[in-house]
């Protein structure tokens, strides 16, 4: 079945031994009423999904030495997590994985590298949620609603998400080319306005309350030192704008939206970075008050937060974890 001027999607699914039971086939659609079934057997190049699922019994979940506090339980939420291919994405997308959520990894690789698959594979043998990879590029509109309309009606809505696609390039701003300019725009807002409204329409569409939550930075608040980079902050700062009108928006259907400016972060783009321009790893370490770089995992705490019930009151905010850089 043609889907529109989208090519057909298919789907393969790559499976833990333990899991035998893992779903086999999908459905996707491009418009909200509209559905084709897609079969896992047939694997096309534009896009795949890698999934492992797996659940356990309620009584064996309450038992669990790694509960979540109330408010905090994330268990079998869905989270679709844009920019999981590795960083942040990543990290965050294990981390409510192994408490219980079943979350759908999107990157704009073809195929998941050899370390997300460790990582699923990790998951998948602690036996609470599970991770799927799909093949997405967020600056398509089109491919960003088939996608999340795609995870929605396999589960009956999605809970949220979090998303933390994004790029740089460092250039000094009297050098900086228009071309990557539009790419870091592209990219860092549009794709970030893009998945607000893709998961927003199916939370609405299948009557989910939830948070959404875009990856900003610290940079969106102030500029760099010995980082030349104007176009990125600017990409961060209208993130945060977007993240503010989208919670006045949306608050009328349940849905919260909430920004993370992270400091900076042990994260391919920025080992990329420190290539470029070796003397930075040093000067960023001595630029907050912890004088030290962060690692993904540090932030897995405040994306729980901000993706549970623990945070119901909370909207429109943008929550800075950055070693106190912009406090200093």
Known sequence: MRLHSLPRISTRLVKNP??????TTTTTTTTFDRKAT?????????????STRASIPEQERSNSKNQNPAGFDVSSKVFPVTGAGGGLGLAQARYLAEHGAQVYCLDVKDAPSDQWL????????????????????VTSHQQQHSAMATIADMHDGIDGGYFAAGINHV???????????????DINFHGVLYSIQAC????????????????????????????C?????ASKAAVVSLV???????????????????????????RQNFQDQPRLEQEMKSQ???????????????????????????TGSAVTVDGGYTAW
């Not at 333990?18 to 779903?23: M, R, T, V």
């Not at 897609?38 to 890698?50: D, H």
């Open 38 to 50: 897609i079969s896992s057997a047939a694997v096309k190049k534009n896009r795949r999904i890698f």
């Open 118 to 137: 460790e990582v699923q594979a990790s998951v998948a043998d602690q036996g609470k949620g599970g991770m799927s990879y799909i093949q997405l590029d």
């Open 171 to 185: 250039a000094s701003l009297l050098d900086y080319a228009p071309g990557m300019a539009s790419k870091v725009m």
């Open 288 to 314: 907050n008050m912890l004088g030290r770089l962060s690692v993904p995992e540090e932030y897995n705490g405040t994306i729980l937060y901000l993706l549970s019930e623990a945070s119901t009151y909370m």
């Open 18 to 23: 333990k899991h035998e039971h893992l779903a």
């Open 244 to 270: 503010q009108t989208s919670a006045a928006e949306l608050a009328q259907y349940g849905i919260r939206v909430n920004a993370v400016l992270p400091g900076n972060c042990l994260t391919p783009m920025i």
């Open 200 to 227: 927003a329409k199916q939370m609405i569409k299948h009557k989910k309350t939830g948070c959404l939550v875009p990856v900003a930075s610290m940079s969106a608040r102030v500029a760099n030192r010995g980082l």
């Open 229 to 233: 980079c104007a176009p990125y902050n």
